[in-house]
């Protein structure tokens, strides 16, 4: 697993490309569980779903409480939030540039068709 | 046509899908292809239309040709500058170009990657195709799995600040 060292949104991806993982993670968004709380939904070994947890403790995205007997696991949002925000942005980025590079075209358009004297409006679903 | 085509959350205007570990875009342009090739790539045009709407871009380095340099500051009133920035990788007009799309977030470093912008003449239309090339399927999934959760954000910040106070 840490053969490579990645940067720490690489690792927030990677641990985020598991369903088991995530639902661990939508779970713990309710509150803070203990391991045998976060086993009980799945077919799962505790060893196994304590082997999930490490590679979301790695990630940063959990972390341990300090109650010493059960030591419940709990969210940390920020690491979430930068995995969030790069795609987020990432498509509002391309979505919303391309809302404006059709814009300005269609602009470019209508003042040529313009220029020609010839401004029939030939589509007239244009501002769609 | 590929079977590993997953739909991402197409819009009326603009498909959005995921071809193995790239995150592609279609749009199409009502534009000849060659107005559209200088849209992308004239320093005087980026301004008119890059980036989301409320921002506004600077166009700092445009070097359109393998191996040159570009940089864009994108300003916004509730945030910082960003600077996007990277190099051009192929140039093949008008056809398509492929540059890397960076970005520094604190904290973590450079993120982004190599994308390619390919256009197609449609019956004197454009069919714009923008493929952001992510590197892997978990970074992909990550990312996408992330991205729709993001509503559950809220709360969870609300958790962080709970605990926070702990």
């Known amino acids: 697993m840490d053969m490579q060292q990645t940067d720490p949104l690489s690792t927030t991806f990677a641990a985020l490309a ?6 661990i993670l939508a779970r713990l968004a309710e509150g803070e569980a203990s391991v045998k709380d976060l086993s009980a939904p799945f077919d799962m070994s505790q060893p196994a779903i304590s082997k999930h947890l490490r590679v979301l403790e790695r ?6 409480g300090r109650q010493a007997q059960w030591r419940p696991r709990r969210l940390r949002a920020g690491p979430l939030r930068d995995a969030a925000d790069w795609v987020i942005q990432y498509r509002r980025h391309w979505e919303e540039s391309f809302e404006r590079l059709d814009a300005y ?5 209508d003042r040529q ?3 020609k004297g010839d401004d029939d409006d030939r589509d007239p679903n244009r501002s769609r | 046509m590929t079977a590993t085509r997953i739909d991402r959350g197409s819009t009326e205007s603009t ?3 995921s071809d193995g570990s790239d995150l592609v875009f279609e749009r199409t342009f009502d534009a ?3 107005q559209v090739w200088k ?3 004239d320093p005087d045009l980026i301004p008119r239309w890059w980036g989301p709407h409320g921002t506004t871009t600077t166009v700092v380095e445009m070097d359109v040709r393998p191996g040159g340099s570009w940089r864009y500051v994108s300003h916004a009133p509730d945030r910082d500058d960003v ?3 990277g190099e051009y990788l192929e140039i093949d007009p008008p056809v398509g170009f492929k540059w890397t799309f960076l970005f520094d977030v604190e904290g973590v470093g450079p993120q982004g990657g190599p994308e390619t912008f390919r256009f197609d003449d449609v019956d004197g239309k454009t069919k714009v195709t923008s493929i952001g090339h992510m590197g892997s399927i978990e970074a992909l999934e990550g990312a996408l799995a992330s991205g729709m959760i993001a509503g559950a954000l809220a709360t969870w910040d609300r958790l962080a600040a709970l605990l926070a106070e702990g």
């Open chain 1, 113 to 115: 068709e313009q220029g």
């Open chain 2, 32 to 34: 000849p292809r060659e």
């Open chain 1, 59 to 64: 990630a940063g995205l959990i972390e341990q």
């Open chain 2, 39 to 41: 849209a992308f790539t």
């Open chain 1, 105 to 109: 075209l269609r602009d470019l358009n």
């Open chain 2, 15 to 17: 498909a959005i899908y």
């Open chain 1, 18 to 23: 598991d369903p088991t993982r995530r639902a």
């Open chain 2, 83 to 85: 600077e996007f920035y």
